[in-house]
């Protein structure tokens, strides 16, 4: 029977004598999380009808630069928090078969937050009233969207493989 323990300190797995796996997680960490992850999602809540037609995107230029600059500084703090939080970590002691897995999604952050950087930066040197310009900004865009959406499912993926593998889901 697997133990876990939530605390507001800590943030780290034990064993106990009996072969059980306490978690302990650190609640105000959890709830940083939680905070990042709805401030993501209120970002690009607010880019996705922005950025849906090109005409609408060319109206809302100003607010797009601005949306572009917070999704960017966003992502690099959720990037930040997840690897702090430690969770690849965790997936790998839980199931050491997920290792694979963890790396590769670690690995990823990096070049997704260029992705974004970029992005954020190009955003600013678009001008607004060149249709092909910002076309090719919205596909870019939607292009890192799908990428990054993909990256979080996967993500979270590899959180329910390992909770599975340590909860004895199916035992």
């Known amino acids: 029977m697997k133990q876990f323990e939530i605390s507001s300190e800590g ?5 106990s004598k009996t072969g059980t796996r306490r978690l302990a997680v650190n609640a105000a960490f959890l709830k940083d999380i939680k905070d990042d992850n709805q401030d993501l999602k209120r970002l ?5 009808p922005i950025t ?8 809302h230029w100003p607010e797009l630069i601005t949306l572009m600059s917070d999704l960017r500084d966003q992502l690099a703090l959720h990037f930040s928090l997840e690897e702090a939080y430690g969770y ?7 199931s050491p078969q997920l ?10 952050h990096p070049f997704l937050f260029a992705a974004i950087r970029d992005l954020a ?5 678009v001008c607004a009233d060149r249709p092909e310009q910002v076309n090719r900004f919205i596909e ?3 292009s890192f969207r799908r990428v ?9 993926e590899l959180i329910l493989d390992s909770l599975d593998d340590d909860l004895g889901v199916g035992d």
């Open 88 to 94: 690849f970590d965790d997936a790998v002691v839980s």
């Open 52 to 59: 849906r037609h090109q005409q609408t995107a060319a109206n």
């Open 11 to 15: 943030g780290t797995a034990t064993h």
């Open 44 to 48: 690009l809540d607010q880019i996705t």
């Open 121 to 125: 930066d190009q955003v600013s040197e």
């Open 148 to 156: 990054f959406e993909k990256h979080e499912e996967n993500e979270l």
């Open 99 to 108: 290792s694979v897995t963890a790396e590769v999604l670690r690995s990823e």
């Open 140 to 142: 870019q865009l939607d």
